[in-house]
């Protein structure tokens, strides 16, 4: 059974202040991660994705993937309001045409 | 600009009733996928297509199909709508690793 873990939260974090996000995951089958963001009443949108071990940076954001301990995190460094919101981690067991399996989502409050 | 939308936004039916949810999509994709959202579940997998004539179960794929006779379209039927189905539904396509995810249609069964 493929699983992705994630705190529900909700994580409060103060505005500026570095948010660490995490997920873990079931399967080390698994060939890639994503972080999505998903406002309230919204769908989700991707933020970045992650298939190997190790750091991956894009602007205020920093994906970290470690397949030994199946654990994987999002940074987001200098906090703000608009970042207020769910993060769901999903994997990918599989090549690129098959579906996400999704975490249940981390509640992310940051505070002004 | 190319877009992934579904139809309608927001539907009320009675249990028992067969039902059936719109997904268009413009940017050309192969991979095209059914996703509910429950709170407390998370987004889970209904169906998904590789292609035309292709379709795939997933996760939760009891009560519901999908058939797909055109690259655009992957429509999702609920051929008897019961009370458990009441959810939020979320249409997908995508190439390479990114998916695109539709706008959401909340079903309420009653």
């Known amino acids: 059974q493929k699983e992705v873990e994630q705190n529900s939260g909700p994580l409060s974090v103060p505005e500026g202040a570095i948010a660490s996000l995490n997920c873990t995951y079931s399967?080390?089958?698994?060939?890639?991660f994503f972080w999505y963001r998903q406002y309230s009443g919204k769908s989700p949108e991707l933020i970045m994705f992650i298939y190997s071990n190790g750091d991956k940076e894009d602007g205020r954001f920093t994906a970290q993937l470690n397949k030994a301990s199946q654990y994987v995190s999002l940074l987001i460094r200098d906090s703000q309001p608009s970042d207020s919101a769910t993060y769901l981690c999903?994997?990918?067991w599989g090549g690129g045409a098959d579906g996400l399996t999704f975490g249940k989502g981390t509640h992310l409050i940051i505070q002004p | 600009d190319a877009e992934i939308t579904q139809s309608p936004r927001h539907k009320i039916t009675e249990t028992g009733r067969q039902v059936t949810l719109a997904c268009h999509q413009t940017?050309?994709?192969?991979?095209m996928f059914w996703y509910r959202q429950d709170l407390g579940h998370g987004l889970r997998l209904i169906h998904y297509?590789?292609?035309?004539?292709?379709?795939n179960k997933g996760e939760v794929s009891d009560g519901y199909s999908v058939s797909r006779s055109n690259t655009e379209d992957l429509p999702l039927t609920l051929e008897s709508a019961a009370s458990s189905q009441t959810s939020v539904y979320f249409c997908a396509s995508s190439v390479g690793s990114e998916a695109f995810f539709g706008q959401g249609t909340r079903l309420t069964v009653v």
């Open positions: 940017w050309n994709h192969n991979n």
């Open positions: 297509s590789y292609g035309v004539q292709d379709t």
């Open positions: 399967d080390r089958g698994s060939q890639s």
């Open positions: 999903a994997g990918r």
